[in-house]
């Protein structure tokens, strides 16, 4: 009898299990943290703008600083269990899932100065993102290390959107139990479950994952080109060997071409993840129920892995490189299309809110197989004894994660312009919204993908790396 269903005992099927299971723990967890915390400091603990900016100001250097120390971390210490990714998973699931839970407590921020609120909410960004940045670095460098073909890793993707569509529903599951975050101590309870569940499947994943790499802490100083045969075991020459490989990675025009596009595209899923909720209050308000708003919140957020699943012949036929130049086009085209419809176009400026983001969030979802595919050229230029795989996506993290903090410091600084933190429009969800506020949100939800769309186009038409989707590569360090 033919088997209907994957073969699930097999190595390649664990892995891609694993592999998703991580990704619905971090989804379910960043989904409803990305959604709120914006709006949870601003509008419920009522924090400054100024102390709002200092606080990000503080994170975008933490933020920067943490992936590329990450990296050099997991890949060149002597330490065991750092250099073991499946392992960094499960030591670090505990404190990613507490780094989770701590925002969602206001019982014990009523009537603290200001000082005090904007001191938590930089220790909370700081802790969640360190821990984020540990679990899913180890995670990234999985995606390269768990096989060398081109085919399992798009395997690995498939499974990963699976998982990140449950994931993503936790936000439209939080806004119905919570009545759109108007009561915080349902929130709550709800992200303590949350947490719970994504502490169990990042405990599944770290014991059902087998890399086709396997590393070896004893060879953590030897990990750069072929005359690294020469260096001697002690730390001073493992950092010296780090910043050298460093230096080779920092010389790839491939490399620097995607971090300039990628810094473009977390500076704006980060300013749609953020500001979703404020600016679908504000520019759609309860013209069309509160239900409306819970339904455009959790399609935005399933949307872009249903996407990626239904690219995945496209992605097979033409590759990651041209749906990723597609979209840019469609953002720049969508962006201007809505912004001459006018605000005022509510059922047009719904699909759009769902469309920008929706789009924005599953291009991104296709990065890793670009930034694979710049660890294998690496690897196979310098003879690296193992890919550097974590040393790739901390560099890359150091260049780009900082556009998590500068796109919420230029919309607030933005917005208020039209008067946002002084209190305007802050009861559009009780009536209509300030004119004046509203059209400023609109400049920037239109404004904003249009100038970033542009630069990635620019950007991306010098990428070189076109064409891997139609060859397996194979890494110098398989080891099967």
């Known amino acids: 009898m033919r088997r209907l269903l994957p073969d699930f005992s097999s190595p390649e099927q664990r892995n891609a299990l694993g592999y998703a299971a991580t990704t619905l723990a971090a989804s379910m967890m960043n989904s409803i943290f990305q959604f709120y915390y914006v709006k949870l400091y601003l509008d419920v603990y009522r924090l400054s703008s100024g102390w709002f900016q200092a606080g990000q100001v503080i994170f975008l250097v933490w933020n920067a600083i943490n992936d590329p120390l990450f990296g050099w971390l997991q890949d060149t210490s002597k330490v065991s269990w750092l250099s073991d990714r499946k392992k960094n998973i499960l030591y670090g699931a505990p404190l990613f899932v507490l780094s989770f839970l701590v925002p969602w407590f206001p019982q014990y921020l009523h009537g603290v100065p200001m000082w005090v609120l904007g001191t938590h909410m930089v220790l909370v960004l700081c802790f969640y993102d360190t821990m984020f940045t540990f679990v899913l670095l180890a995670q990234c460098a999985l995606f390269t290390e768990l096989s060398p073909n081109q085919e399992d890793r798009q395997r690995l993707v498939k499974y990963s959107q699976v998982a990140s569509i449950v994931g993503s529903s936790s936000v439209y599951f939080s806004q119905v139990i919570s009545s759109n975050a108007t009561d915080v101590s349902r929130l709550s309870t709800f992200c303590v479950v949350i947490a719970v569940l994504s502490y169990c499947f990042l405990y599944l994943s770290a014991k059902n994952m087998s890399p086709a790499v396997i590393r070896d802490s004893s060879a953590a100083s030897s990990l750069s080109g072929h005359n690294d045969a020469t260096s001697t075991a002690g730390d001073a020459a493992s950092f010296y060997t780090w910043l050298s490989q460093v230096k080779q990675i920092m010389k790839q025009p491939n490399f ?29 308000g309860l013209r069309f129920g509160v239900e409306f708003l819970h339904f455009i919140a959790g399609l935005a957020y399933v949307l872009p892995q249903v996407v990626v699943l239904l690219a995945g012949t496209a992605l097979a036929r033409w590759g990651s490189y041209n749906l990723v130049m597609w979209s840019f086009v469609f953002k720049v085209v969508a962006s201007l299309a809505m912004f001459v419809a006018g605000r005022h176009a509510l059922l047009l400026l719904a699909v759009f809110f769902v469309l920008d983001r929706g789009v924005a969030e599953a291009t991104f ?11 294998d050229a690496d690897s196979s230029r310098h003879r690296r004894q193992q890919p550097c795989s974590s040393t790739v996506f901390g560099l890359n993290a150091l260049f780009t994660k900082p556009a998590q903090s500068l796109a919420p410091i230029f919309t607030v600084q933005i917005m208020d312009m039209y008067g946002y933190t002084r209190g305007i429009g802050l009861t559009a969800m009780e009536g209509a919204p300030a004119a004046t506020l509203a059209d400023g949100m609109f400049l920037l939800l239109c404004g904003l993908p249009t100038l970033l769309g542009a630069i990635q186009l620019l950007l991306w038409k010098f990428y070189t790396l076109r064409s891997t989707h139609t060859a397996s590569l194979l890494l110098p360090t398989d080891v099967r």
């Not at 979802?365 to 660890?375: A, E, G, P, Q, T």
């Open 365 to 375: 979802s296709l990065f890793n197989l670009s930034l694979s595919d710049i660890i």
């Open 256 to 284: 620097l071409l995607f971090v300039g596009m990628n810094f473009c595209q977390i500076f704006h899923t980060t300013f749609r993840s953020n500001f979703f909720a404020v600016f679908a209050d504000h520019l759609i």
